[in-house]
C-alpha cells in the first residue's frame, strides 16, 4: 500500500509539471518528454481494483439461475470471442436489469417482445420455440397487495374482452408454500425442486407427481404424502382462513405472512368485482425462482361434456408474481426494488382463438378494413381513388385493389375472403346521379346513398360513432 501511495503521489506531481509547461508553452519537443513520463509512472501503477465500478454487461450470464429447472430452456450461445450469450427467456429478468442499470425504484410499464424457448413445439396448442409475450409490470415500495390486486384485476379484463371462454385464475403464494415443505419435512436444498413437482399438477395425477418426488427426487414417501395433503386443496378465502387455523401450518412464520396477505388480496379482489374468478390453489407453484410471493395463473376452462362433470382445464394463457429480489440480483449494493406483474401468452391466445373459429366453421378476419371502394366499370381509377381519400379523411378503414380496371366479381370475392363488411361501388351512372352504391357483402343488399352521406351511413352500419354537428 505505501509503494502504491508513493507512486500516486508521483503520478500527480508528473501531472502538474506537465500542466505547468503547457501553461508555460515550453517546447513540444520538452512537453512529450514529459507526457512520456507520465504515462510510464501511470502503466507502474496500474488500476485501482479497489475503485473499479460495477458495470453490468448485458449479454453474459444475465439469465443464469432465475428459472429453475427451466433454465434447460434457455438458448445458450457463444459469440465470435467465445464469450457466454443466451436469447431471453422471458420479459421479466430484462426488465429487472433495466431497473437495476437505471436505479429506477418506481415505474409502471408494458411490453410486447419476442422470447425464445429451448422447448418442444406443439402448434396446436399455441407452443412455440419463438413467441410473442405480452407484460405488464409495476415496480415499487407500496402498501401490500395493492398492485398485485391490480395486476390480478388487468389480466381478468384482458382475458375477458378478449372473449375466449370462461377461465379461472389460480393463486398461491411462494411463501405458503416454502412454509408448506418445511412443516412436511423437506429439507431447503430440495424446495426448489420439489416446488418444480408440484407445478405439474395441472398437467399430470397426484400419483405421477409422488413418483417422481420419491423415485427421482430421493424424498421421503411419508413428506410426498404430507405434502398430497395440502396441495390437493383449492377454494376461495374460506380455505384462507381455514388454512390460517391450521395447527402446524400457522406455526410457520412464512405460510402466516403468505396466507395474511393472500386474504387482504382476497378482500381486494372483492371491492375489484373479479373474486368469483379466483381460486385459491396450494397446487400453483410456477416454477421460476425469482418469484418471493404471490403468484397466479390463468387457465382457460372447456364447457363440460355432460352434466355434473367438472370444467377441465385447457392450458394456461396467462401468468405472473411478486419479485421482490430480482432487481437487487442485478444492483452493485443489492439493492432492492419490489416488483409484481403478469404476462400474456399471444400466440397460445391466437392459438385458442383459431381452433375455436374452425370448429365453428367460421371465417378468420385478417383486416380492419370496413369498406372496400370498388368500380362497376373501366376507367374509373381517378374517381375511385378520390373517393377512397374522402374516406380515409373521414377517418374510415377503406381500401381499394392496386389495379386499374379490376373486375367486378374480382373485387366483390376479395371482400368475401378478406372479411371486409362494405363495398362502395362507383359506376357512370352512379357518378351522373351522384351517389354510390353501397352493398352489404354477407346479405349482398345494395342501396343507393348520396355521396354527401356516404361516410355517416358506413359508421352507422359498422358501428363507428356518428359525427353530431
Known amino acids: 500500500m505505501a509503494e502504491r501511495a508513493a507512486l500516486e503521489e508521483l503520478v500527480k506531481l508528473q501531472g502538474e509539471r506537465v500542466r505547468g509547461l503547457k501553461q508555460q ?21 496500474g488500476p485501482d481494483e479497489s475503485k473499479q465500478k460495477f458495470v453490468l454487461k448485458t449479454p453474459k450470464e444475465t439469465l443464469m439461475g432465475k428459472y429453475g429447472e427451466d433454465s434447460k430452456l434457455i438458448y445458450d450461445l457463444k459469440d465470435q470471442g467465445g464469450e457466454l450469450l443466451s436469447l431471453r427467456y422471458d420479459l421479466t429478468v430484462p426488465f429487472a436489469r433495466y431497473l437495476a442499470m437505471n436505479k429506477l425504484t418506481n ?3 408494458y411490453h410486447i417482445a419476442k422470447v425464445y424457448r429451448r422447448d418442444n413445439p406443439a402448434m396446436t396448442r399455441g407452443r412455440y420455440r419463438e413467441f410473442y409475450q405480452c407484460d405488464f409490470d409495476i415496480a415499487g415500495n407500496f402498501d401490500p397487495m395493492i398492485p398485485d390486486a391490480e395486476c390480478l384485476k388487468i389480466m381478468c379484463e384482458i382475458l375477458s374482452s378478449l372473449q375466449i371462454g370462461d377461465f379461472l385464475v389460480k393463486v398461491n403464494d411462494r411463501r405458503i408454500l416454502d412454509g408448506m415443505f418445511a412443516i412436511c419435512g423437506v429439507s431447503d436444498s430440495k424446495f426448489r425442486t420439489i416446488c418444480s413437482s408440484v407445478d405439474k399438477l395441472d398437467k399430470v395425477s397426484w400419483e405421477e407427481v409422488k413418483n417422481e418426488m420419491v423415485g427421482e ?28 387455523q391450521d395447527p402446524k401450518l ?16 382476497f378482500e381486494y379482489l372483492t371491492l375489484f368485482g373479479i373474486d368469483d374468478k379466483i381460486s385459491f390453489d396450494l397446487s400453483l407453484a410456477r416454477g421460476l425462482d425469482y418469484y418471493t410471493g404471490v403468484i397466479y395463473e390463468a387457465v ?51 392459438s385458442i382463438v ?12 385478417t383486416t380492419e378494413t370496413q369498406v372496400l ?30 389495379k386499374k380496371n379490376p373486375k367486378l366479381l374480382n373485387q366483390l370475392q376479395y371482400c368475401e375472403e378478406a372479411g371486409i363488411p362494405l363495398v362502395a361501388i362507383i359506376g357512370e351512372q352512379e357518378l351522373k346521379d351522384g351517389v354510390i352504391k353501397l352493398r352489404s357483402v354477407t346479405s349482398r343488399e345494395e342501396v343507393d346513398v348520396r355521396r354527401e352521406d356516404l361516410v355517416e351511413e358506413i359508421k352507422r352500419r359498422t358501428g363507428q360513432p356518428l359525427c353530431i354537428c
Open 354 to 365: 383459431e381452433q375455436r373459429l374452425e370448429a365453428l366453421e367460421e371465417k378468420i378476419r
Open 25 to 45: 508553452k515550453a517546447s513540444a519537443e520538452l512537453i512529450e518528454e514529459e507526457v512520456a513520463k507520465l504515462l510510464k509512472l501511470k502503466a507502474q501503477l
Open 107 to 109: 415505474i409502471k410499464r
Open 250 to 265: 400457522s406455526q410457520n412464520k412464512q405460510a402466516l405472512e403468505g396466507l395474511g396477505d393472500l386474504k387482504l388480496l
Open 217 to 244: 427426487k430421493g424424498l421421503a414417501p411419508e413428506v410426498a404424502d404430507r405434502i398430497g395433503d395440502y396441495v390437493q386443496q383449492h377454494g376461495g378465502v374460506s380455505l384462507v382462513e381455514q388454512l390460517l
Open 373 to 402: 371502394v370498388a368500380s362497376a366499370q373501366k376507367k374509373l381509377l381517378e374517381e375511385r381513388l378520390k373517393l377512397v381519400s374522402e374516406l380515409w379523411d373521414a377517418g374510415i378503414k377503406a381500401e381499394l385493389l392496386y
Open 300 to 350: 382457460l376452462l372447456q364447457t363440460p361434456a355432460q352434466a355434473g362433470e367438472e370444467p377441465l382445464g385447457v392450458g394456461s394463457v396467462a401468468a405472473g408474481g411478486r419479485y421482490d429480489g430480482l432487481v437487487g440480483m442485478f444492483d452493485p449494493k443489492g439493492r432492492k426494488v419490489p416488483c409484481v406483474g403478469l404476462s400474456i401468452g399471444v400466440e397460445r391466445i391466437f
